[in-house]
T-cell receptor, first 114, second 113 residues
Framework: DTAVSQTPKYLVTQMGNDKSIKCEQN?????MYWYKQDSKKFLKIMFS???????INETVPNRFSPKSPDKAHLNLHINSLELGDSAVYFC?????????????FGPGTRLTVL | AQSVSQHNHHVILSEAASLELGCNYS??????LFWYVQYPGQHLQLLLK??????LVKGIKGFEAEFIKSKFSFNLRKPSVQWSDTAEYFC???????????FGAGTILRVKS
């Protein structure tokens, strides 16, 4: 059973397009996250949702809009894609927002913007 | 802002060699520390974590890490590596609001059989 799944695994698109990445967890967690891993392999948090409410929003361009239709899903929509958006995007979940709770990661979505 | 430094980006070892991967963090308050591993083609998985108490933490697959508060360090060790330990290893600190993790840049370990 896949605990945290993401679709698609690979996404290649042109600059200026709008695209979405989906994330689902079947662990019963109520907190989900999006991280971006850039070309230098740094993993940086972008957003976190708890019970469908946004609780962490790092300095991310407003072209990025997360949406959480329910506790088990956290999707990431990106408008007007730019070359610099090329990265691997990881979704994660944890039981709650208590500091130190283990985060379970998805397999990542490799986004390439041409 | 919190940051995490991992000293070695690439490490190549022969099987049975001992491993130590360095990790230093910058944060003055109470921290939780983690090591995650990503095997080729797989998800990030938790190896071990430190919250409080004994600064020597044991994790899965024979890994351990030592928290040295005075040095702001949390180095990962394994006495004898195996070919199957080939992976990328990420150190992370959990500090401040919520359950946000701040990661280091990762260390790619290649174990030669």
């Amino acid at each position: 059973d896949t605990a945290v799944s993401q679709t698609p695994k690979y996404l290649v698109t042109q600059m200026g397009n709008d695209k979405s990445i989906k994330c689902e967890q079947n662990l019963g967690h109520d907190t989900m996250y999006w991280y971006k891993q850039d070309s230098k392999k740094f993993l940086k948090i972008m957003f976190s949702y708890n019970n469908k409410e946004l609780i962490i929003n790092e300095t991310v361009p407003n072209r990025f809009s997360p949406k959480s239709p329910d506790k088990a899903h956290l999707n990431l929509h990106i408008n007007s894609l730019e070359l610099g958006d090329s990265a691997v995007y990881f979704c994660a979940s944890s039981q709650n927002t208590v500091k130190g709770n283990e985060q379970f990661f998805g397999p990542g979505t490799r986004l390439t913007v041409l | 802002a919190q940051s995490v430094s991992q000293h070695n980006h690439h490490v190549i070892l022969s099987e049975a060699a001992s491993l130590e991967l360095g990790c230093n963090y910058s944060y003055g308050g109470t921290v939780n520390l983690f090591w995650y591993v990503q095997y080729p083609g797989q998800h990030l998985q938790l190896l071990l974590k430190y919250f409080s108490g004994d600064p020597l933490v044991k994790g899965i697959k024979g890994f351990e890490a030592e928290f040295i508060k005075s040095k702001f360090s949390f180095n990962l060790r394994k006495p004898s590596v195996q070919w199957s330990d080939t992976a990328e290893y990420f150190c992370a600190v959990n500090a401040g609001y919520g359950n946000k993790l701040v990661f280091g840049a990762g260390t790619i370990l290649r174990v030669k059989s």
